[in-house]
């Protein structure tokens, strides 16, 4: 907790001092209203007293409670100021962060996880500043200031108060010691049910078609009921401060009088009027005792999610990514558009076995290399290396002869183009998500973006499109069918007018008539640029330049279609599933 309170700005460092000073005028001037009390008790005992006589007290009593009062608003509006900035400035550290993350460390947390620490951990400690500000702080000075009063004041009542003071503490340890552990499985299961509710809302159309929408149901509700029951438990115990509490301070003030009325009627007459208004002036001072430590259990119920919650935000913040980039860009490379793999093995993180072992290939400038296998045989992994989604085990990747790990991350994308399996389309417009980002050409114009999308073969039904490029993009893009999502990554990405053009299974939406005009006018339209291919269809993959197969990681084969149709096993295994002799020999 003490990491996250250091990262408050100067100014709420003021802020905080001046707020302490404020609570200590309003805990003073709280304190001082019970000797006016006396004071007015100790008149209406004496004979001649006027009404003039006691409204100056009760004047003065008015004052101090609404200049109190006027403290506490000044105080409550510092505490949502720091709060607010102090979250808002942590929000942002997070995002940024995650933002820095790379896959490997996306995975450790998980997406759900990583949700709700930037929300829900978040709202807990904003919740803890913003009261314990208020309670931890005045808390402790209202029950330490107040004991000082009416320490000597009679050791008879002093002994009733420190009992009740001591049934508190008993009681908030008792809770505490069964509660705390049940708040850290709280936010586990937040992440459980977030994890569940969003494998719904994803698989939606899925669910409908299976008829499964029973099986998911009982999913969430397994989740829901979980963390429905771990907050029940942590809210019974909790229910039982707040009656205890009443219970104990009217104990304190029946014990206070019952005391009293016998210290009173033992006493000399003399001493009656005294001994009265003692009383009534230490029953005050009691309440306010107990009144400190009501305000100081009050955290209680938020200190236990918040330290749960800050190990969860430092957790984010202390993970520092795994790719690390070198600072500045690299000038006068020797090469452009090449590519290039030595010896290059890798495993994925925690896995026991490298999922490739020893690639070794080069692409050059302009060149189309494209990667065919099985299932699970490597061909994403190889492409998701390049732009450093993941670092290698061994070995070296070279892109314009420089090894990818002496770029600058900015450099490195700007030469390379990637288009993942999945398309990705962010809310918005079409406009907003081809001109996504910096690049090589950016900003785009209306022109660039038709002549990127011609390319892609998707200005055809943007222009259908309402609004053409200010057609509305749902969210994940899921108000275009998957095709049109494909062409319009694949319009992105060659708007950026990259070095390096990566295509992992970019097509596999496509119809054969679509994906044969878009590579071929790829081919015309950007010759310079280097091309590689991860795809599963033959007929995709058969102009390339130079074919890859491979099988469990390793090299199978390499060379153009021609070769690896009339010596590789494996090629010809995959070929001849997909298309007939005559159409495999015909490669125009």
Same mark, same amino acid.
């Given at each position: 907790m003490f990491k996250i309170f250091k990262k408050m700005s100067q100014t709420e460092k003021w802020l905080v001092l001046v707020s302490v000073l404020f609570i200590l005028l309003q805990v003073s001037l709280e304190l001082k209203i019970p000797d006016y009390m006396s004071e007015i008790t100790r008149l209406l005992q004496?004979?001649?007293?006027?009404?003039?006589?006691?409204?100056?007290?009760?004047?003065?009593?008015?004052?101090?409670?609404?200049?109190?009062?006027?403290?506490? $608003?000044?105080?409550?509006?510092?505490?949502?100021?720091?709060?607010?900035?102090?979250? !808002? !400035?942590?929000?942002?550290?997070?995002?940024?962060? $995650?933002?820095?993350?790379?896959?490997?460390?996306?995975?450790?947390?998980?997406?759900?996880?990583?949700?709700?620490r930037t929300t829900n951990?978040?709202?807990?400690?904003?919740?803890? $500043?913003?009261?314990?500000?208020?309670? =931890?702080?005045?808390?402790?000075?209202?029950?330490?200031?107040?004991?000082?009063?009416?320490?000597?004041?009679?050791?008879?009542?002093?002994?009733?108060?420190?009992?009740?003071?001591?049934?508190?503490?008993?009681?908030?340890? =008792?809770?505490?010691?069964?509660? !705390?552990?049940?708040?850290?499985? =709280?936010?586990? *299961?937040?992440?459980?049910?977030?994890?569940v509710t969003r494998e719904n809302l994803t698989g939606i159309r899925v669910i409908r078609a299976y008829n499964a929408e029973a099986y998911q149901n009982q999913k969430f509700e397994t989740a829901n009921d979980d963390l429905t029951q771990v907050n029940l438990f942590t809210g019974r115990m909790m229910s039982f401060i707040s009656p205890t509490m009443t219970l104990v301070s009217s104990g304190l003030t029946l014990s206070v009088y019952w005391l009293g009325s016998t210290l009173i009627q033992n006493a000399a007459a003399a001493d009656k009027l005294t001994l009265f208004s003692d009383m009534v002036v230490f029953t005050s001072y009691a309440m306010q005792v107990v009144m400190g430590f009501m305000l100081m259990t009050m955290i209680?119920?938020? *200190?236990?999610?918040?330290? $749960?919650?800050?190990?969860?935000?430092?957790?984010?913040?202390?993970l520092k990514p795994s790719i690390e980039y070198v600072a500045e860009a690299t000038e006068d490379l020797k090469e452009t558009g090449t590519v290039s793999f030595?010896?290059?093995?890798?495993?994925?993180?925690?896995?026991?076995?490298? =999922?490739?072992?020893?690639?070794?290939?080069?692409?050059?400038?302009?060149?189309?290399v494209a990667f065919i296998g099985s299932t699970g045989s490597g061909k994403s992994t190889i492409l998701k290396l390049i732009p450093r989604l993941y670092d290698i085990t061994s070995g070296t990747i070279r892109v314009d002869g420089q090894d990818i790990k002496e770029f600058q991350q900015e450099q490195l994308n700007n030469i390379i183009g990637y288009i993942p399996q999945k398309a990705v389309l962010f809310s918005g417009n079409i406009r907003s998500n081809m001109d996504l980002g910096t690049s090589n050409d950016s900003p785009l114009d209306d022109q660039k973006i038709y002549q990127a999308l011609e390319i892609a073969q998707a200005a055809d039904f943007v222009k259908a499109e309402p609004g053409q490029l200010d057609a509305e993009v749902a969210q994940g893009g899921t108000n275009f069918s998957g095709g049109q999502k494909q062409r319009l990554a694949i319009g992105r990405v060659i708007a950026r007018k990259p070095e390096i053009l990566i295509f992992d299974d970019s097509f596999s939406a496509l119809d054969y008539q679509t994906d044969k005009k878009l590579r071929g006018i790829l081919k015309e339209e950007v010759p310079e640029t280097t091309k590689l291919i991860v795809a599963q269809r033959i007929s995709t993959i058969m102009d390339a330049d130079q074919i890859i197969v491979l099988n469990e990681g390793r090299i199978a084969g390499k060379g153009t279609h021609r070769e690896l149709l009339a010596s590789n096993q494996i090629y010809q295994e995959i070929a001849y599933s997909q298309l007939s002799k005559e159409e495999l020999e015909n490669e125009e």
């Open positions: 004496e004979d001649g007293t006027k009404t003039s006589d006691i409204l100056i007290p009760g004047a003065k009593m008015i004052l101090m409670s609404l200049t109190s009062f006027a403290a506490s $608003v000044v105080v409550g509006y510092f505490a949502a100021k720091i709060a607010a900035g102090l979250t !808002r !400035r942590l929000r942002g550290e997070i995002f940024d962060r $995650v933002t820095d993350y790379s896959a490997k460390e996306i995975q450790h947390f998980s997406v759900p996880s990583l949700v709700t951990d978040l709202t807990q400690i904003q919740m803890l $500043v913003a009261m314990g500000l208020q309670v =931890v702080i005045k808390g402790p000075i209202t029950a330490v200031w107040a004991i000082t009063k009416i320490a000597n004041k009679n050791w008879e009542w002093t002994t009733a108060t420190a009992v009740a003071v001591g049934v508190l503490l008993v009681l908030i340890t =008792v809770i505490m010691t069964w509660v !705390r552990p049940k708040f850290t499985l =709280v936010q586990s *299961l937040t992440d459980n049910l977030n994890s209680f119920f938020i *200190l236990p999610r918040a330290l $749960v919650s800050a190990k969860r935000i430092n957790e984010v913040l202390d030595e010896g290059v093995s890798f495993a994925y993180p925690e896995a026991s076995e490298d =999922v490739l072992h020893h690639i070794s290939f080069s692409a050059k400038k302009g060149e189309t």
